[in-house]
């Protein structure tokens, strides 16, 4: 293989296929779930694309594992670094430990007990901050002075697209001629990397799902014009972020639409996973169940359960 | 095919060959995870048969769908009858309706309302009585003489035993070398099928998974005498009942011994099950993952995962 270069522009179909091939040594080939009860009850014929079932328990670990092989020289010398505390934290870390290299997580320290075991837990060296943006940039800033590590983005990064496309990428390979697959949205890490590999691969309407209470990404593709997130409280907890500013015009250009869910269809949407389809996901998964649920899906549908982390402490069996 | 006829004795290895043949058409081969995690959590080698996934969300579809296609006459001509309202009675409801026949199921007035949906959903036909096994009994006697139907029993039955028994037949095909397999233990339907395909078609040891406060089993299996359960209100609902008469023998050659778990191991299994495994058990489940978090697991392992169907109604995400 010719030497590896940093994406600088929208990956093509060879970058998806190259990204699906290096990290393929590394990631799960997640399954594709068929659930009976589910297409009876949201009248449709359904394909889950199991990323919770992905090493780390996201598909976050694909852009990760992606960005550090593309760096590889860099991380071994002087580790990556993030200053995220979700699943791209985690997934980071995995990611680094992989190829033996160190990974600098910043967390907010008053971030949940679950997520620091986590990244933890996966190798990565966590430096706690102030709970504020500014303060773990600041912090961030910090680290990658005193130890020249690369800053790796969560989203707002052609590698890291790349990687995530390569979920979709799989779904295809199986299922090429799916009608429709529905993708939540956060940063869009995930949803430019679907509507990509689908426009290369597929035939689909590509439709991204947010929370209404946290519709940026819904904002920016209706009006044409980049709009931040405002401070919102969704549970869907992992698709609070705004839209990365790279993601935003391949989101654009090949997704069909951005639809909209309410908190209670979210929270359908979960329970109805785990009553009907017995996967255990996260809350931001349940919005691609609760758009399949309440829309026309003719055909074949895909959905991507884009993950399965969250605190289940609380969940008491009395 | 030859004439089929109903078992009058202990399931030999071409009865539970006949059985697997016989209902494959209608059931899921469910497929086997493993969970890196989990692995490295519970220190061993785990293959995961997902019975939570089998066609209504519990192995009890495969019992049900053999004995209904063994009685396939009598149950076209006068229907099939059970008393049981947990997973039995939904699978019943689906076994017969998958040949055309009806199932009637005897419930308790006071059955949760999910457990009613879920027989109605599979096209049971529910008759409701007073929430006592008197009343559950003459109700279902008042009902066979209406109807002819035919009452079969959840587990003390050697066709439900045969089906059963394809779960961990299916699990040998793919691992025939496993060393120890875990299986929750309640009448003893899916232990004893599990004891006898292991004893035709493996080497494993095979350890039946009990809880502390419903350990008739135990107590039956140590003293060497049937001994029923005393009413409990252990989280694992599903294994309240006692052993049935014809499951005792067969558990008492073929098992190695039954392990007891606490009420608060049982939910720590289900926990790490949800976090680890991103598999959405039922308490019951959870007995086979918390004995093997406990127990030494040299080798390779495999864990039977019963089933999935609890509600869920009462997890909120804020």
Redesign the interface.
Known sequence: MSRVTSLTAVPSAADIQAAAERIAPYVSRT?V?KA??FNHLANGDFYLKCE??Q?T?AFKARGAMNTVLVHKEEALENGVLTHSSGNHGAALSWAAAQIGAKAYVVMPSNAPKAKIASVE?YGGIVTFCEPTLEARETTAEQVRKNTGALLIHPYDNYNIIAGQATATYELLQEHPDLDQIFVPVGGGGLLAGAALANSYFGKAKVIGCEPTIANDAFKSFTSGTWTPAKSTDT?ADGLKTSLGHKNFPIIQEHVDRITLLS?DE??EG??T???T?????E?SAGTGIAAAMREETPGKTGIILCG?NMD??G????
Chains 1, 2 share one sequence.
């Not at 969940?315 to 009395?318: D, E, G, K, N, S």
């Open positions: 399954p779930l009976p009860r919770h079932l090493m328990g837990y549970i908190e979210i929270q979960w329970h996973c785990l009553e389809i017995k996967q255990f996901i809350p399965g289940v402490r969940f008491t069996l009395r």
